[in-house]
């Protein structure tokens, strides 16, 4: 049986879907309503081309997030685990960014052609991330000894508690 966390994250998770299919569901009809058929006279192949693969980045964005929100039920139909929270970090937060992007990338274009040069910033910030975490880690100057972080005992320990704490909620849950 779910506690009252599980199930305030459940409704959360939902609320959030919810939020972000309108967000994709308002962008396709604007640009639409507004590049199709108000502006049909600028309507080309590379257009359809663009509008198809901005509709792909978001199906594929959503449904990323939607695998982070599954709840996971017991054989009888109880809630165990209401999903991961949607609002953390990490690869989701990159998902609902790349979401945001592409709803922006869809509306912005109904203005002007050179705004799909948005989409450019995805394959940026990844380039930027992959040097900054995976090639060139150990090369940050300030705050970092040895492209170690300086942290005094206490904050460590407290880090140290914080995931602890968090692997124990998971291996509770699954």
Known sequence: MA?????KQ????????SALRIAIAVGIIAHALIRMVLR???????????F?????????????ISRFAEPEYSESGELLYGGADL??????GYWHDLLYI???????????LYLWYTLLVVPGFALYMLAANVL????EV?????????????????MERTQQRAERRRMKWR
């Open 10 to 17: 459940f409704e959360a998770n939902r609320k959030k879907l």
């Open 102 to 112: 592409s709803v922006f990338t869809q509306v912005a274009t109904c203005l002007s």
């Open 136 to 139: 060139l880690p150990g090369r």
């Open 52 to 64: 198809g693969a901005t509709f792909m980045l978001e199906a594929f964005a959503y449904s990323a």
């Open 40 to 50: 049909q006279g600028y309507l080309s192949k590379w257009h359809w081309i663009g």
């Open 142 to 158: 300030g705050g970092t000894e040895g492209g170690r972080e300086v942290m005094d005992e206490a904050t460590r320990k407290k």
């Open 3 to 7: 506690g009252a966390g599980a199930k």
């Open 87 to 92: 609002n953390m970090g990490g690869m989701c």
